[in-house]
């Protein structure tokens, strides 16, 4: 088949790292912070990786925005399997300021511009927790989307989606193009190992503004403030 898939990569503090807010209170630091491939984007990695694996797609663009840093996480997607990266450059105040109507924005013009036929994304990042991207591209796109998928089955021009929900499964049979975004069982992402992360650095990365596809980063929020969680037990 010669569908391409747009998987998401977003750069995030590792979850491993205690979190700390600002002294100002503007937001966490980031300075000196171990940062890592947000854990359900490496699951999307995972899935398209497979389903070119099984010959059902013919390419994986991984995608992810921000300043030069993120290209590690590109690299680190390349290495998984993905056979090209697209890097959104975003820095400064717009990506200190960026959010899930951004992105979409940029994933929708992305895939207009690729001629994707699949779009799978992380149902949600682990620093700002949204679960908004998916569901949002799918809108500007006005495609179909598969939310919090656990299994996906690729049949034809159709997608077959086994969705998390409340209580329990819901299978759903949607038509490609599509958005779908991973949940925690949809897979176990595979370890880039050392040969394939060589190979990764000669793989093409390529940079693109989003005034190159025609899209505006301004935030319409505010932060107000950041504040540390109480610890449990104390008042």
């Excluded at 990506?95 to 001629?115: C, D, H, M, N, R």
């Excluded at 998390?164 to 975004?181: F, Q, S």
């Excluded at 880039?192 to 990365?205: D, G, H, R, S, V």
Aim: proline share 4%; hydrophobic share 40%; glycine share 6%.
């Amino acid at each position: 088949m010669s569908a391409r898939v747009l998987v998401g990569v977003k750069r995030v503090i590792d979850y491993a790292v205690k979190i700390r807010v600002k002294p100002d209170r503007t937001g966490v630091v980031t300075d000196g912070v171990k940062h890592s491939m947000n854990p359900f984007c490496e699951i999307a990695v995972e899935e398209a990786v497979k389903l070119k694996e099984k010959k059902l797609v013919k390419e994986v663009v991984a995608v992810s925005c921000g300043p030069q840093q993120v290209q590690e996480t590109i690299r680190t997607a390349l290495a998984m399997g993905a056979d090209r990266g697209i890097h959104v450059e975003v820095s400064g105040k717009d990506y200190e300021t960026l959010g899930p109507l951004q992105v979409s924005k940029i994933f929708a013009a992305l895939a207009k511009k690729e001629q994707a036929d699949l779009i799978i994304l992380g149902k949600q990042a682990i620093d700002d927790d949204c679960n908004q991207t998916g569901q949002m591209t799918a809108a500007l796109l006005d495609w179909p989307q598969g939310t919090f998928a656990s299994e996906v089955t690729l049949e034809a021009d159709k997608l077959k989606v086994v969705r998390e929900i409340d209580g329990g499964l819901e299978t759903i049979k949607i038509n490609l193009p599509a958005v779908v975004t991973a949940d925690l069982r949809l897979n176990t992402p595979r370890y880039a190992t050392l040969p394939n992360i060589m190979k990764a650095k000669k793989k093409k990365i390529t940079n693109v503004k989003p005034a190159d596809l025609g899209v505006d980063v301004s935030s319409r929020l505010e932060v107000l403030k950041v504040e540390k969680l109480k610890e449990a037990g104390r008042i």
